[in-house]
């Protein structure tokens, strides 16, 4: 099974380090193909680069889709989700979305721990978008800068073990999600430190992919997901206007 | 006062109808600058052209936004909205959200009538996103295809009306909207035949961004729309990555 | 177009205090008639004194509402909004509903700052009476008594900035909303003291009074807010008792 | 235990039906007091009616309040209930709210029936006062005219039953209520004719009125039901007055 | 009237306790009859707990239901209450759905106020399973040990009234509930030390049965709560499996 | 991996039926183990049932648990899930909730289907207890009766798939799952007939269970999953009284 780790930021770095926890998370036969976006930002962190980011996650899919067995959007917040879900005929899943649902397997309220203030709204955004309020205990964000993208989850290791520790008192969560692509690997590295069950968004990622897979689930042709009728584009990237056109199939 | 009418869609004479619509309820000196999308699709109808649209929508503020007082994004469904006020300093209002505050000042309940069965889905989330939904009484579609999207008021003027007499009685609506930028000036047309306050979008807008400007609100400085740090960019278009990059103060 | 600026209180400084702050902010042609309650209280705080204060309302526009082209209950909280809406043809606006609905196109969360314990219960029923829950952040009042109703805004002005201030960090509030009617035009003074947009309550309801007007929506006679059939009544004010007779039309 | 049975309409024979059935359930000792708005409309049934007759209630309660041990509102929808509660010492219940708390107690969610088109906004609102939504079903109304309001429940029994008996199925309710002053007794008398518990809402309000009496509920001097401070008053019936002056006590 | 008095844990000192409470506030010609678990645990506290309860409240009343008029399920958090309510013909209450709903008739929203962390989940799950979260401000825990179940209501007395003041303030609540079994009769005692209404879960639990059984409600025979169909069973308690195969009636 | 496939039913062909799909869909190393209810009902429908068979399936596990990995509780509806989360080491996965998690990644709303009647209340309560109801669309259930439990789902397939057919379109659901043990295996025989994905609640469950192992997550000792304080018992089954009082460890 070939699935597709589609980093919407720029960051060739935070890309390896997920493909890195994600394959050893994978069953023997999955192989993560890793692929960074070409252009967009080091890394989404509100609501217009999660605007531009989703945009440029359709290019890359269009670009993708037809070799890989699924898709994962991999950034918390999955930006274009449920766009992609809708385009494409693959099943494709967002960070957010599978450490969330993965989440609720293991208690009834979760926390999300990230490392950056900006991140705040759009994370809660996407708690919303997926129905999931009532499971979510609270979002809480470092409010100190940190050095590099790519290392935050080092830098910040021991005070994001705090605050986790501090959020899983005072929100009465259950669950533990350390969100943020740049912080894949913290829960292997923490877990035995905080008191609750730690989900890691890419090996959860990762383990629904094969789930969905597994489950073997036709494209939708009637709903809200099946694929849009053709419709002509100006001025979009070949291989997305393509799609939409459905001149490619 | 200058109204950007930013038309996310590519159809030039939906831009002319909105305009002419619009210019014709607004105030003494508040003068509408149409601004068609110069790529994309001719009616956006879907999650996906919404994603993609949402990011056009930032590259053409990014571009506008110097020139006017506050801007409209003449899209029922406001795709970029929330990001567009985030990063942008002027106010923006979407015509969807327009639309629906007014109606929340004729009734309890509106409902929302269409021309196109693909429609549902975005603007159910659009309802949802405004934080609407139990002011919106149901969303309805009409399911025959349309001959050209810039005349489909004029088309199935008489099966819109049909259809909104049938969901005020029995979706039990105080308020209806006619949603859908090709359907901009069908209220005033229509109203007469409707037993309920009819609500046009487009009217709508002009007046609430004139309500808004009269307000004279600040751009945030806290909260979760001030305007994001600056953040380095790749690929993007230019004026919109000068913006993202805070080159452009 | 004339608006009634129909104060549900008693005290005349406060009808003067709006009319001086709404016809500031009026467009050309528009004029503000005042009205102040001739029976009542000095100012509705409770939901005792909404519950008479919302009757005196009713009698008021019967006697006012053939002389104006809308109505603006000027008492945030709303007293009598509804039922005003339902039994008169004219459309009528509340100062709370104003303020809220403009607040939500600046931000997704709005918080309301007031300046006495006892209004905090009326105005969350507002609030939730509204369908706006989602989008109200918090609401907060001073815990300290005041001098004179008429001039608490100028009393209370550093004590309410630094409330605000604090209430937009420690609720997560995009927007601010001064309520109560005396401190109508302590938006203007204080804007630039406060990180995020400030709704000034009057502006909000001329403007959109102003902007429903424009939208020249019908009276309804379907749907929730449609006209009471006749009904007789025993003791109620003559121009009421007419209305509700419907020995007026 | 006195208990004030008090109609906030000015149907004579409505408030004396609601007394007998009322009675007939009362525990040894409970003597209910019978009590008919001397001024409004015979029978509350739009929110505008409602915010009046909210008023006068306040006003028989200023004049009643000391005689008895606690007061039913005896008006499905419960106008000026919470501002009842809010001002008097004593316990007051609301029709509507004793039907609704005690059908809760035989099943999940519970059905309401009707006599009247009118009726059905101000009920939902009602349901939505008291945070039931998710507890209720459904609101139905028969949609034909009726010749006496004191004898409805005779009139339209067979039809009544009948909407009931398709309510249960359709919208799958638990149990059912007859809802509106006059069809007290009702229940009685067609309980075998409906395959789900009936309550009855003068025998449910006169139950709940014991319960909160044994209960020795204390008037609250915190909270937002405490009893509001002394405030000037003018125009306002005389006993009304001098509650809300404190001049009573 | 015959009111079962069914205490799902094994601590007969309980019983007696919530007897004597019961005994006092019934109306003349109600009799307790108090019915002690004969298995189980002493006190329930956890979802373990009440899922193992629930199932022994079910064959307790398969042995009992038949000698009484109603049944009280004498715990708080209600163990097998909807499951008891479905499947025996009486009228079943539940401790917190009495106390809960007549502690709506005193306020908007009450607080629960009780002597051991453990319990807070269970509540929680209980108010949920109510549909009551609009109408509860607070669920707060005693947080240190105590020595014996029996007598916790007058060994930590004073916390629990300390408790309850600060939460009165903090959470905004209008109505107190001590909740669990062994706080019952506290309510009496300190009342006037309390600035809300107290609500005693017992006298509740008594006078809302009280009140169902004057309501004299039958037996669903449609709706959810009907009695199942009768089911071939295996390894069950004797008068349970009679109750469930039908070979009772 | 041992995975537990824990009927809580008494039909052995339905554990045999589920085991057999569930092995399929496992990944090499996965083992499941199934284990039938040696006491309780056949098919647990009911409130009354779920009450029973949850406390069965603690009693089941507190025999196994130290034998497997995870555990699957298979009869959708998950009785006994939460308590069992609560009180054993190991993850346990629910039917229901496997499904419905799984289902939330392809698509926004998901219909439930089922085989009969009585399942529905009990399934609506399941859904709600996971907080998914803004997720799911409808559940439908046929209305007819059916010869063996065991064989029910090819004895209906294709009014099953007629009912999942009109379900979609009606109800507006964008992904299906034909929910109640016996009818595992259906989904993949006829996906190809149903125009939206189809989610195999075995198929899910046993690749959840495989995803939560893989996510290697700790047993809480904070938040309301962490195992209980120990507590006498009387009367139970050893293995769980064991459990409870913590003598097993």
């Not at 999600?177 to 740049?182: E, L, Q, T």
């Amino acid at each position: 099974m070939k699935l597709l780790l589609l980093n919407p930021n720029t960051s060739t770095p935070v890309t390896q380090l997920m493909t890195e926890v994600g394959q050893r998370a994978a069953a023997p036969g999955t192989e993560l193909i890793p692929c960074t976006a070409p252009r967009g930002v080091p890394y989404i962190a509100t609501r217009t680069e999660a605007q531009i980011g989703g945009a440029i996650v359709l290019e890359m899919l269009a670009e993708q889709h037809r070799k890989v067995d699924a898709a994962i959007i991999a950034a918390f917040g999955d930006p274009g989700l449920f766009a992609a879900r809708e385009t494409f005929d693959i099943p494709v899943i967002g960070l957010a979305e599978a450490a969330m649902l993965s989440a609720c397997m293991a208690g009834r309220r979760f926390a999300i721990v990230t490392f950056a203030q900006a991140l705040g709204p759009w994370y809660e955004e996407c708690v919303r978008d997926h129905g999931l309020r009532e499971r979510c205990a609270s979002i809480r964000m470092l409010d100190t800068p940190f050095q590099a993208i790519s290392d935050v989850g080092g830098e910040k290791e021991d005070v994001l073990v705090e605050l986790a520790q501090r959020t899983i008192i005072e929100d009465e969560a259950d669950v533990l999600i350390f969100a943020g692509a740049p912080l894949s690997g913290l829960a292997e590295r923490v877990a035995d430190r905080i008191p609750v069950p730690v989900v890691d968004q890419v090996v959860a990622a990762v383990k629904q992919a094969e789930a969905v897979v597994a489950l073997r689930l036709r494209k939708a042709t009637a709903g809200t997901f099946r694929r849009p009728a053709a419709k002509p584009t100006i001025g979009l990237a070949d291989a997305l206007a393509a799609r939409l056109e459905r001149r490619d199939s």
